[in-house]
Nanobody, 115 residues
Framework: QVQLVESGGGLVQPGGSLRLSCAASGFAFSIYTMGWYRQSPGKQRELVASITSSGSINYADSVKGRFTISRDNAANTVNLGMNSLNPEDTAVYYC?????????WGQGTQVTVSS
């Protein structure tokens, strides 16, 4: 049974930091591209960052220089470090695993940036 379980979301003040984690199980984690997406009310889900099985990383322009994605294939986890958060980063953040036509989603974790 495939599972992607996100954790680490919460309420943070503008300028603050959070670290999201995604624990994966039930599939061959190391060969999948892992990613973080987010969706805020009234908007489409968008890619935040992704990391391939070989470690190639891609960031959305809006988070470059502020967010860092990393993976630990031994622990089957993917993390997203988020710094200098602003209210526009408020969204539900989803963990994603992708391999060709296969894609899996976590249930999401809420990140709210507000004073």
């Amino acid at each position: 049974q495939v599972q992607l379980v996100e954790s680490g979301g919460g309420l943070v003040q503008p300028g603050g930091s959070l670290r999201l984690s995604c624990a994966a199980s039930g599939f061959a984690f190391s060969i999948y591209t892992m990613g973080w997406y987010r969706q805020s009310p009234g908007k489409q889900r968008e890619l935040v960052a992704s990391i391939t099985s070989s470690g190639s990383i891609n960031y959305a322009d809006s988070v470059k220089g502020r967010f860092t994605i990393s993976r630990d294939n031994a622990a089957n986890t993917v993390n997203l470090g988020m710094n200098s958060l602003n209210p526009e980063d408020t969204a539900v953040y989803y963990c994603n695993a992708k391999l060709r036509l296969l894609t899996y989603w976590g249930q999401g974790t809420q990140v709210t940036v507000s004073s």
